[in-house]
Nanobody
Framework: VQLQASGGGLVQAGGSLRLSCTASGRIFSSHAMAWFRQVAGKEREFVAG????????RYADSVKGRFTISRDNAKNTVYLQMNSLKPEDTAVYSC?????????????WGQGTLVTVSS
């Protein structure tokens, strides 16, 4: 499975962005897709994840109520709608696939897309 992320950019605080991640290869209903983010010098942080089949989702506390993860099974694409962005959301965002959802193990990773939020 190869993952291609896009949608990053520069936005002012309070603004919105939508990230997309398209998978080439089969994503099974038992899998999950997730978004992570990383700031240089810091550990990678889980942002949000979604079960491919059931559509159930999980969020980091820092983004609850502001970010929404969704998926389009027909397009093999997962989205991250980011609203009310804050400067502390600035990071490189990457998508990943887990064959065992919520296990903490991710099997496939895409390249990152940079999100910069200006104050």
């Amino acid at each position: 499975v190869q993952l291609q992320a896009s949608g990053g950019g520069l936005v002012q605080a309070g603004g919105s962005l939508r990230l997309s991640c398209t998978a080439s290869g089969r994503i099974f209903s038992s899998h999950a897709m997730a978004w992570f983010r990383q700031v240089a010098g810091k550990e990678r942080e889980f942002v949000a994840g979604i079960r491919w089949g059931a559509g159930t989702s999980r969020y980091a506390d820092s983004v609850k109520g502001r970010f929404t993860i969704s998926r389009d099974n027909a397009k093999n694409t997962v989205y991250l709608q980011m609203n009310s962005l804050k400067p502390e959301d600035t990071a490189v965002y990457s998508c990943a696939v887990a064959r065992r959802p919520w296990s903490g193990e991710y099997d496939y990773w895409g390249q990152g897309t940079l999100v910069t939020v200006s104050s």
